[in-house]
């Protein structure tokens, strides 16, 4: 009995250190041998291509009462460093009650499409229809993308392997947000580690997963997909299993508001669980066929062992407790007390405000979040739309 509870321990134990530091330190390793490998002048080739050609792009921008913030959006998107007469901005307006498509229309945009609510995958899915570029291409309502966004996003579909490219988001505090308040969200110290997790993916093969702020598909290539499994999961590897690559392109920012608290984060990341799990269950994920081996892996690790870390770690505790209560060893007893040192501080953080306190207490509940999200769609399904998280207009 103690030899079975030792295994669950450990196996649990480092599947969570696997696929939280062990898979990073592999893909850079892997990364930096692939480097002593690649051909001089690779990178100066593929410049060349980039800038040789600028293809037509549709900007679908899917929004639902977004008047505070549409002008805003349209108008950067049309200051875009990109050729006027290549660029195509839709508003695809999903439901709204307020006056979005009326200062859409005012802000300039090529074209407005007043929809029925249905949610934005399928007001993106009737946008692509009227779209007339070669590469479409999808902003948030609140995203503000840089310059030279669009022109580096569409410079990756230059390599006719690509099928999908994302860029990077930048959260920016709120104004009058606390860095050190007890309820500061602390997203932004992990999606620095995703996006360099993401860069290191792409170098190698493909990412497994992008973001719904900043991405773009070939016109032809475009997928669609059940409106309650988003874009971010659906279509990176998708694309894989079509033959293409999914990329990120760090050259494409964007900038949006975090959520201010880490409450209101939680209920967010809740809320993307929620959409998740369908697409793992039945939306293909699962599914090996079409993977080439190094990107089912990736998968499996980045992915897969992510949103089963909830239940990886109620297995280590519960191996663990039962090996003390059979006998208390020293081995055991430290990695009891870790873990529960690790949620004593996600419970003083609310007290104290320590830095690291409040990355244990992000850590803890965004580690929740998945069996949370499970949870929701289990009992009452999930709905092909929300209302936008508060704070972040």
Not at 16 to 35: D, E, K, N, Q
Not at 344 to 350: I, N, P
């Amino acid at each position: 009995m103690r030899a079975a509870l030792e295994i669950v321990f450990w196996l649990c134990a480092a599947l969570i250190v696997w696929t939280h530091v062990g898979y990073a330190a592999t893909l850079a390793a892997l990364a930096g041998v692939a480097g002593l490998f690649r051909r001089r002048g690779r990178g100066q080739e593929e410049g060349a291509g980039l800038s040789a050609r600028v293809p037509s792009l549709s900007l679908i921008i899917a929004a639902h009462d977004e008047e505070k913030v549409i002008a805003q959006t349209v108008e950067r998107a049309l200051a875009l460093d990109y050729p006027r007469a290549q660029l195509q901005l839709i508003v695809a307006c999903d439901g709204c009650t307020d006056a979005t498509a009326e200062r859409a229309r005012a802000a300039g945009a090529d074209l407005v499409l007043e929809l029925p609510r249905a949610g934005k995958i399928r007001a993106q899915d009737l946008a692509v229809e009227r779209a007339g570029g070669e590469i479409v291409a999808f902003c948030d309502a609140n995203a503000l993308w840089a310059p030279g966004a669009a022109r580096a996003l569409a410079g990756a579909f230059a390599d006719p392997s690509v099928g999908y490219a994302c860029g990077q988001v930048r959260f920016e505090r709120p104004p009058g947000a606390r860095s050190g308040a007890s309820q500061a969200n602390q997203e932004g110290v992990y999606w620095r580690y995703e996006l360099a997790v993401r860069a290191l993916e792409s170098r190698l093969c493909s990412i497994t997963a992008g973001n719904g702020a900043i991405y773009a598909t070939r016109r032809d290539a475009y997928i669609v997909v059940d409106p309650i499994m988003g874009h971010d999961l659906s279509l990176p590897f998708n694309m894989v299993k079509r033959g293409l690559r999914a990329v990120y392109v760090p050259g494409a920012e964007a900038s949006e508001k975090m959520v201010p608290s880490l409450m209101g984060e939680f209920a967010r990341k809740r809320r993307m669980m929620s959409h998740t799990w369908p697409i793992v269950v039945r939306g293909g994920m699962l599914s090996p066929r079409g993977y080439p081996p190094a990107y089912a892996a990736m998968m499996f690790s980045h992915r897969l062992l992510r949103y089963f870390t909830p239940l990886l770690h109620v297995l280590a505790l519960a191996a663990n407790v039962a090996l003390v209560a059979d006998r208390a060893s020293a081995l055991y007893v430290s990695t009891l007390s870790l873990q529960a040192a690790l949620l004593l501080a996600a419970l003083m953080a609310g007290v104290l405000g320590a830095r690291p306190l409040l990355l244990a207490r992000y850590y803890v509940l965004t580690t929740a979040s998945p069996a949370a999200g499970l949870w929701d769609w289990l009992r009452h399904g999930t709905l092909a739309w929300w209302d936008a998280a508060e704070g972040t207009r």
